[in-house]
């Protein structure tokens, strides 16, 4: 039996696949799709035709590298669109009907424990307190760690896609996130660790805080080295937000850094991060690359 695995995550905005020697590690192959599964998505409708065709596509394609690279075990799973929509057995059933990739629906803790360790696996500090966020196109993950043991996580009902489709003002968006958050922050308090989570390093993952990155640093072309352990100030979110805002989509799109497909979900995410910073107190926050992707590949 070979050595190789693969690893998908079918997320509310993009899909991810990773092929990998397992020991040692190795990276063969690391691909991604902006495939907006969550695009259009009402609690009433569930995931759209056309959002389920885009991620079928996709995730055909990586059904086919799979097979090209031969590996032995896959784990694919997906998150908030799909745990959250009534259609969502359905679709499991036909993307393993039609490409053989059978799905796992996982629910927000396991996707914060699987993230916390493909974020440990990259991260230059082993130790101590870590409060790790995932901004994703559903849902925001939040885990407090230590020594890289997980101590308590929430899934908070602020993803990116959900905010900007929710055609709401920046103002408005605000006003949701930081009730979420200010809600959160209750929670903690109440377990004991209000102060622990707000005094821990805080490492942010997924595409909101790469991108955040890219920016900062004037990627022209994607790097995932020189994002891993970057560090973000508070101000240069926030400068990076004023730079934004004003624009245009189509003119985000001219700054170096801003991948194609996110150009609408930007704000949203950064406005996620700006608060998560200012409720908390945190003054930076450290970048990862790795997240869940890895996390689902070091366990496969």
């Known amino acids: 039996m070979t050595d190789i695995v693969a690893a998908i995550d079918l997320g509310t905005n993009t899909a991810r696949l990773l092929i990998a020697h397992q020991k040692p590690y190795r990276q063969i192959l690391l691909t991604r799709s902006i495939t907006r599964l969550g695009g259009g998505f009402t609690r009433e409708r569930g995931l759209s035709e056309e959002a389920q065709q885009r991620s079928l596509s996709a995730l055909g394609q990586f059904a086919a590298e799979i097979s090209r690279h031969g590996a032995s075990r896959v ?25 053989g990739i059978r799905l796992e629906v996982i629910d927000g803790t396991e996707e914060a424990m699987l993230t916390l360790r493909g974020v440990a696996s990259i991260l230059d500090q082993k130790g101590g307190d870590l409060a790790v966020f995932d901004v994703g196109g559903g ?64 490492i942010g993952t997924a595409g909101t805080a790469t991108t955040l990155a890219a920016i900062q640093i004037g990627m022209e ?70 997240g869940l992707l890895e996390g689902l590949i070091l366990g496969v």
């Not at 929509?85 to 009907?97: I, K, P, T």
């Open 75 to 99: 784990r694919a799973v997906a998150t908030s669109a799909v745990r959250d929509a009534r259609n969502g057995d359905s679709f499991c059933r036909r993307v393993q009907a039609e490409t």
């Open 221 to 290: 072309s994607y790097d995932y080295r020189r994002v891993n352990n970057h560090t973000m100030p508070l101000s240069e979110v926030q400068r990076i937000f004023e730079l934004l805002a004003p624009l245009t989509p189509k003119q985000r799109l001219e700054v170096p850094g801003l991948e194609p497909g996110r150009e609408d979900l930007i704000i949203a995410g950064t406005l996620v991060v700006l608060l998560t910073m200012r409720v908390f107190g945190f003054q930076r926050f450290k970048v990862s690359d790795s």
């Open 139 to 202: 849902s925001t993950e939040y885990t407090l760690a230590a020594d890289l043991q997980p101590l308590f996580s929430r899934s908070l009902p602020i993803g990116v896609v959900r905010l900007t489709e929710g055609k709401v003002g920046v103002a408005e968006m605000e006003d949701k996130v930081r009730r979420e958050l200010e809600i959160f922050q209750g929670e903690l308090e109440q377990e004991g660790l209000g102060r622990r989570f707000s005094q821990a390093t805080l």
